[in-house]
């Protein structure tokens, strides 16, 4: 959406000093850009394959001597009313509740929460999912804060650094968001346990004909998408 409103802006701009082909040319390359990156097929199809590079877990208890559950960082509303629980975001919501239902079901794992605050006067993501672990029965002794890396390339070195050489952990994060996880953490010299959630692509329980109509929700695929393309490019800058 902003590539598509500069473009937009710029070829209004080149339009109004007379250079009508070029104006022209831009501002119908932002309506057709935006158009295309709001339709179902390309979406899913930029997305998909980084969602679908791991499986989820279905069985925690079967997996052997994993030490902690990772919950990488997302968002929060430190300021508003209610139990932590209610105030994360959608994407931080779904990561902790998939991490609680791990580590529930791993009586001997730690729950690593991470994330930290950009604004040094708002309390971390951290505190928000450490308190709302509480809040859905997990022990405060099997909670482990993380609340100083802002990327993820930090909390894969921040993780690093409370456990014990080759302990086996789970890494709960989005399904779009794992691959590059992974390859932080890898480059940290860390070998995850990928456990993906909050799944964008595959739900085809709507109407065929929305999956085919240009749509808002299709273009926050897109954009997901590629997002994570370019923190994929630009993956070696953060170490």
Do not use: C
Not at 104 to 114: T, W
Not at 170 to 179: E, G, Y
Not at 181 to 205: C, D, M, W, Y
């Amino acid at each position: 959406m902003p590539l598509a409103a500069l473009l937009g802006l710029l070829g209004g701009l080149l339009w109004w000093t007379g250079r009508y082909l070029a104006g022209r040319i831009l501002v119908i390359g932002a309506l057709v850009g935006l158009l295309v990156a709001s339709w179902g097929p390309v979406a899913e199809g930029l997305l998909s394959p980084l969602e679908s590079r791991y499986p989820p877990i279905t069985d925690p208890a079967s997996l052997e001597a994993v030490a902690a559950v990772v919950v990488l960082g997302g968002g929060w509303n430190p300021d508003g009313r209610g139990p932590a629980s209610i105030r994360l975001n959608e994407s931080s919501a779904q990561r902790l509740l998939e991490g609680v239902r791990l580590v529930q079901a791993l009586p001997d794992a730690r729950l690593l929460v991470s994330g930290a605050s950009r604004d040094p006067t708002q309390a971390p993501v951290a505190w928000g999912y450490a308190q709302a672990a509480r809040e859905l029965g997990v022990a405060a002794s099997r909670v482990v804060m993380l609340d100083t890396p802002v990327d993820t390339a930090q909390e894969a070195y921040a993780v690093r650094d409370v456990l014990a050489p080759g302990e086996r952990f789970l890494l709960v994060t989005s399904a779009s968001h794992m691959p590059r996880s992974v390859r932080h953490f890898q480059r940290a010299g860390l070998e995850p346990i990928p456990a993906p959630t909050r799944f964008k692509t595959g739900n085809r329980s709507g109407s065929m004909l929305a999956f085919w109509l240009p749509s808002a929700q299709h273009l926050r695929k897109t954009e997901r998408a590629l997002y994570e393309y370019m923190g994929l490019v630009a993956l070696e800058w953060d170490h």
